[in-house]
């Protein structure tokens, strides 16, 4: 039973597209992330949400959209996709800032 | 600001060889929490510790052991005897505080290969 599972785990898609990638947490944590891994494996925040609530949105530019239906999910959609959007994305959650929880990642590739 | 510094891109040894991983941190909260995660290359995340601030004790698990050191503001890692399934890319993080507000700030990693 998946602690933080994301879905997909690869996609591929062609500039200008449009896509969604979906995070679910099982753990009943508060505060669900969105992290971005570039090809130097550098990993930085991009945004966080407190039960459904914005709480980090870290210079990301606005083509990329996430959504909290509730406090188990954290879905990020991204909009007319760009070269520099490959990278693998990490959902993540988290109880009081103390221990987090990683999903497997998904692998994007913008062709 | 929370910041978080692995000095060492790459490091290379062969099998059995005892390593050490640098991590130095900058926070301004006295309550924060470090944390050490391995990346194989299959590409999840492994949690591998967390350590309080309030925690100087050393801790050791199998061959793993972190020094945390807040005089320096380091936490370092140490592999003993290392194998090859250890090679992956190790990474020191820091999140202040505790809340919702929270995040995780991750250091740049440490490419880690053992050789036969």
């Known amino acids: 039973d998946t602690a933080v599972s994301q879905t997909p785990k690869y996609l591929v898609t062609q500039m200008g597209n449009d896509k969604s990638i979906k995070c679910e947490q099982n753990l009943g944590h508060d505060t669900m992330y969105w992290y971005k891994q570039d090809s130097k494996k550098f990993l930085k925040i991009m945004f966080s949400y407190n039960n459904k609530e914005l709480i980090i949105n870290e210079t990301v530019p606005n083509r990329f959209s996430p959504k909290s239906p509730d406090k188990a999910h954290l879905n990020l959609h991204i909009n007319s996709l760009e070269l520099g959007d490959s990278a693998v994305y990490f959902c993540a959650s988290s109880q009081e800032g103390i221990s987090y929880t990683f999903g497997s990642g998904t692998r994007l590739t913008v062709v | 600001a929370q910041k978080v510094t692995q000095a060492q891109t790459e490091i290379s040894v062969v099998e059995k060889e005892d390593v050490t991983l640098d991590c130095v941190y900058e926070?301004?909260?006295?309550?924060?929490?470090l944390f050490w995660y391995k990346q194989p290359p299959s590409g999840e995340l492994v949690f591998l510790i967390r350590?309080?601030?309030?925690?100087?004790q050393n801790e050791i698990s199998g061959r793993y052991s972190w020094n945390f050191q807040k005089s320096t503001s380091s936490f370092n890692f140490t592999i003993t005897a290392s194998q090859v399934v250890d090679s992956a890319v190790y990474f020191c993080?820091?999140?202040?505080?505790?809340?919702?507000?929270?995040?995780?700030?991750f250091g740049t990693g440490t490419q880690l290969k053992v050789e036969l």
């Open positions: 993080a820091l999140s202040e505080g505790a809340g919702g507000g929270n995040k995780l700030t």
């Open positions: 926070t301004r909260d006295t309550t924060y929490y």
């Open positions: 350590r309080n601030s309030f925690d100087e």
